[in-house]
């Protein structure tokens, strides 16, 4: 409520979230002391215990809210043409299940895979679609049993930022993103890139630490 009517009164979420973090920073640090005070010099264990941590549940929730703005602040920074690699193997639709685990996700570690019939791209499959199959019958489907048409799977642009990514794998419940340029699939993203780049960020951003 605090940083809703503080948001109001200035338009700035940042600053909203970082005042409602403090304040409820202080509150939380309160009620631990309270409560600690309670347990040790009246005597009221049970209600003492209560105050900490409600206090604790309280300190965190106030430290998450800042990390969250501050994580939607990178992604929004950074774009996907940073994340995003080549592409995924192109694999005909004819390949049995099996044989495609064994070859490309055991021996490569590969995640996601473009389909392909007659030299044709007709959709992408990931590990996501192989493992809705049962594994004793993977041998009887061929991988373009379980492709998602290109029609019907979301993409990104380059230029997108990674929040926009990140948002549609939330919503379409899928870890990573065939990336389009104009008609032309360029890449892919996954989860493991956004996080990765990210991580690299902080790391490059980080204030040096004194000796």
Do not use: Y
């Amino acid at each position: 409520m605090l940083r809703a009517a503080t948001w109001a009164i200035t338009g700035n979420l940042k600053r909203a979230t970082r005042l409602a973090s403090i304040l409820g920073a202080v509150v939380a640090f309160g009620l631990v002391a309270w409560g600690m005070k309670l347990a040790f010099w009246d005597q009221d264990f049970v209600g003492g215990l209560w105050l900490g941590l409600i206090g604790w549940f309280l300190l965190n929730a106030s430290r998450r809210s800042v990390g969250q703005l501050e994580l939607k602040e990178n992604l929004r920074r950074l774009r996907v043409e940073q994340a995003m690699r080549a592409t995924c193997p192109k694999v005909p639709g004819s390949m049995r299940v099996d044989l495609l685990v064994d070859e490309f996700v055991f021996r490569r570690g590969e995640r996601c895979f473009f389909v392909t019939e007659d030299d044709i791209l007709r959709g992408m499959a990931t590990l996501d679609e192989i493992r809705r199959v049962p594994r004793d019958e993977w041998p009887a489907f061929r991988i373009g049993d379980i492709t998602i048409p290109f029609s019907r799977v979301k993409s990104v642009k380059p230029g997108d930022s990674l929040l926009t990514a990140f948002e549609h794998m939330n919503e379409e419940s899928v870890n990573q993103l065939p990336v389009v340029d104009v008609d032309h699939i360029s890449g892919v993203i996954t989860r493991d890139d956004i996080f990765r780049l990210v991580a690299k960020f902080l790391e490059l951003t980080a204030p040096p630490t004194s000796a």
